[in-house]
C-alpha cells in the first residue's frame, strides 16, 4: 500500500501484507524528525527501505522502538535495515518487536533542494529471513592482555562493517592491526554501539590485541570519539530535548575520555561535520592532532590541529594530544588520500594493557603521537622531580624535565612552552636526551611538549606536561605571533587532485 502521510497519521505494517510504502515532507525546522509506524503482534522481523528523493539532498536513518529505546542507527547506509529478535544487520542491535508504535529516526545531513521529501517502505515478516546470530553477546572488559608500565602502541580511531561506510570486519582489523605491531585498536562506529556485541568473539581469537569500546558520536558540526564508551547518549541534538554539552557530560560520567575528532578537516559536503563547530564542552578530555598518515593528509591537516590544540590550551583547556588512522577499510584497497590502521599511532603510557588502564593514561595526559606511523622516531618526555598530580597537572613551582628521543639522529628536537618554540636542538645519535626545566609562576599554570621535527615538520608530539602551584589556576598566554585557528580548505585541495576522500564520511 502507498502512503503520502502527515507525521500524525500512523501507519500499521501486519506481517504477509504489501509492505508499507510511507512518504512525506521533510520538515523545515530540525536537524532530526521521525516517522511513526504501528507494528502488529506477531511480527519477527522488520525491514526498513528508505530513500531521500534526490541526487542533492542526504538523510540520515535510524530506528526506535516503542518504549524510546534506540534500536540503531545506520546513518547513511545504502542497504535497507533488518531488525529482529534473533538477529540484525549492521549498525542495530537485535531485539523483539513487540506490537506497538515505532519511529524511524531521520537526520538532516544535507538538505538544498526544496521540497525536500522522503520515502519509506515498511515490511513486516511472521518469519525472520536473517540467520541467528548467537555470536552476539553483551560486551564485558576482559582481564589485562599484558602487564607492566610502559608505552602501549594503538589507534585510536578505526571503523568496522558496522559503520555504514565501512567495509572489514573486528578479525581482518585485528590482524592488519597486528601486522603493524599495535597493542590495542579502539573500534569508533558512526552512532552505534552495535559492534560491540561481537567483541567477545574477536577479542578471543586475538589475544594480543586489545579491542577498546568506543563510538564517533557524529553530529553536523563535529565529530568526537568517546574511548572506553559503555553507552550512547542522544545524537539527535535539538530532537526530543538532545543536547551536545548533555551528551559530552554523559560521557564523562560513564568514564569515557570525550576526544575532539579532525577539527580542523573542513571538506565541506564531502564530508559532513567533519571540521569542528560544535561548543567546547567542559567534558571534553583529548584531542586528534592528527588524523589519517602524514603521507597521505596529515601535510594537509596536522600542523593546523596542533594550531587549533594550543589555542585550546590558551582557552584553559587541557586535551590530551592523540591520533587516528579513521581506517575504513582494514588497510585494504586505499587510494592516495586514506591511510592504514596505525597511521599515526598513538602511544598511551599506561601499567598494563587493559581498557581501564589506557582511559586513565589518556585522562592523565600520558600520550605521545606519531604522525607517520609506529616507524616514526620516539620521544619519551618524563619528569624527573617526584611532584603530587593532579589529573594532568603537576602541582609545584618548577619541575625539572627530560625528553629522550630515540632513532631521530639528523632531525631536529623542538620545546614548545605556553605555546611557543623557546629552544630547537639538533639530534645526534640513537639516543639523544635534552633537559628542560618547567617554572610556573604564581595563579596561573605552565605548560610544554616536546616535538620531533622531520624537514621542518612535526613528525612526532607528545602531550603536555601541565604545572600549577595551585589546582584550576587558568594558563599562561605568552606573546606569540598570531596564529589562526581556522579550518583548511581541504575540500578545494581534495577536488583538484581527484582524490576525494568519502562523499559522507
Known amino acids: 500500500m502507498n502512503r503520502s502521510l502527515p507525521f500524525l497519521l500512523v501507519a500499521s505494517v501486519c506481517f504477509g501484507a504489501e509492505p508499507v510504502v510511507i512518504e512525506g515532507e521533510v520538515p523545515a525546522e530540525g536537524l532530526f524528525f521521525t516517522v511513526p509506524f504501528e507494528v502488529s503482534a506477531g511480527t519477527a522481523e522488520l525491514e526498513l527501505r528508505h530513500d531521500d528523493l534526490s541526487n542533492a539532498n542526504i538523510l540520515d536513518w535510524g530506528l526506535f522502538a516503542p518504549d524510546g529505546g534506540f534500536v540503531g542507527w545506520g546513518g547513511g547506509n545504502s542497504e535497507p535495515a533488518v531488525v529482529g529478535a534473533g538477529a540484525s544487520s549492521r549498525s542495530y542491535r537485535p531485539i523483539a518487536l513487540t506490537p506497538g508504535t515505532w519511529r524511524v529516526l531521520v537526520g538532516k545531513a544535507l538538505v538544498t533542494q526544496q521540497p525536500a521529501r522522503f520515502r519509506l517502505e515498511v515490511e513486516a515478516r511472521a518469519n525472520a529471513v536473517l540467520t541467528p546470530q548467537p555470536n552476539r553477546t553483551p560486551y564485558s572488559p576482559v582481564a589485562p592482555l599484558e602487564v607492566g608500565r610502559r608505552y602501549y602502541v594503538g589507534d ?244 625539572r624535565l627530560e625528553a629522550t628521543v630515540r632513532g631521530g639522529d639528523g632531525h631536529v628536537l623542538a620545546w614548545i612552552e605556553n605555546g611557543v618554540v623557546v629552544r630547537e636542538e639538533k639530534v645526534r645519535g640513537a639516543e639523544f636526551v635534552s633537559a628542560f626545566t618547567l617554572v610556573a609562576p604564581a595563579g596561573k599554570a605552565a605548560r610544554v611538549r616536546a616535538e620531533l621535527r622531520v624537514a621542518q615538520q612535526p613528525r612526532t608530539v607528545t602531550s603536555f606536561v601541565w604545572l600549577a602551584q595551585n589546582a584550576g589556576d587558568p594558563p599562561v598566554v605568552a606573546v606569540k605571533k598570531q596564529l589562526s585557528c581556522e579550518t583548511v580548505d581541504g575540500a578545494l585541495i581534495l577536488l583538484g587532485l581527484g582524490l576525494l576522500r568519502r562523499r559522507r564520511r
Open 156 to 399: 585510536l580511531h578505526v571503523h568496522s562493517l558496522e559503520s555504514g561506510d565501512a567495509r572489514p570486519s573486528l578479525g581482518e582489523i585485528a590482524s592488519f592491526a597486528r601486522g603493524r605491531g599495535l597493542d590495542f585498536v579502539a573500534l569508533s562506529e558512526h552512532n552505534t554501539l552495535s559492534h560491540l556485541d561481537f567483541f567477545a568473539e574477536a577479542q578471543a581469537a586475538s589475544p594480543s590485541l586489545l579491542l577498546v569500546p568506543s563510538v564517533e558520536f557524529t553530529t553536523y558540526a563535529g565529530h568526537l570519539n568517546a574511548f572506553g564508551v559503555s553507552r550512547l547518549p542522544p545524537f539527535w541534538l535539538g530532537l526530543e530535548g538532545a543536547r551536545f554539552e548533555a551528551a559530552v557530560s554523559d560521557f564523562e560520567a560513564q568514564g569515557a575520555v570525550a576526544t575532539i575528532n579532525h577539527p580542523t578537516l573542513d571538506l565541506g559536503t564531502f564530508c559532513i561535520g567533519c571540521a569542528w563547530k560544535q561548543p567546547l564542552a567542559s567534558g571534553l578530555r583529548a584531542v586528534e592532532v592528527g588524523v589519517g598518515g602524514w603521507d597521505e593528509t596529515g601535510s594537509l591537516f596536522d600542523e593546523s590541529a596542533l594550531v587549533f590544540w594550543e589555542a585550546l590550551a590558551d582557552k584553559g583547556l587541557h586535551l590530551t594530544a592523540v591520533g587516528g588512522s579513521d581506517d575504513h577499510r582494514a588497510g585494504r584497497g586505499l587510494n592516495q588520500t586514506q591511510s592504514a590502521i596505525g597511521s599515526p599511532t598513538t602511544l598511551i603510557l599506561a601499567d598494563e594493557l587493559s581498557v581501564s588502564a589506557l582511559v586513565r593514561g589518556l585522562k592523565e595526559g600520558r600520550t605521545v603521537v606519531k604522525l607517520r606511523g609506529p616507524e616514526d622516531p620516539m620521544v619519551e618526555l618524563r619528569e624527573l622531580d617526584f611532584l603530587a598530580r593532579v589529573g594532568d597537572t603537576l602541582i609545584g613551582s618548577s619541575v
